[in-house]
């Protein structure tokens, strides 16, 4: 796997930036990376993407529902903590509302 910085020109091809763990497909040969001097990328061959896809799609798929389940005992373990006292209902209360 090639390794690039930001800026860098670089050959047709998916790269991974390692700091804001985006991907880039990079369409013309000899273009710059974007992003600032800080980032870094690594070249994805297309072979290995092909077997990741519907791995990071499997894991997608069985873990988001429990995060959901998880995210709602949270607030449930938050409001069973305001009527015990252990917490200012106000508070749970500026918790649970979106920003």
């Known amino acids: ?19 804001t763990w985006e991907m880039d497909l990079h369409r ?3 273009g ?6 800080r980032d870094l990328y690594v ?7 092909l077997f990741l896809g519907p791995v990071m799609g499997f894991f997608f798929v069985i873990f988001l529902p429990f995060i959901g389940f998880a ?11 305001a009527w015990f006292g252990r917490k200012n ?8 509302l979106p920003r």
Request: aromatic content about 6%.
């Open 43 to 49: 070249r994805i061959p297309a072979v290995a993407l």
């Open 71 to 81: 995210l709602v005992a949270r607030e449930l373990g938050h409001r069973v903590a």
């Open 28 to 30: 013309k040969d000899g």
């Open 1 to 19: 796997m090639t390794k690039k910085r930001a800026g860098e020109a670089a050959k047709v091809g998916f790269y991974f930036n390692t700091r």
């Open 32 to 37: 710059a990376l974007p992003g600032t001097d």
């Open 89 to 96: 209902a106000a508070e749970v209360a500026a918790k649970s």
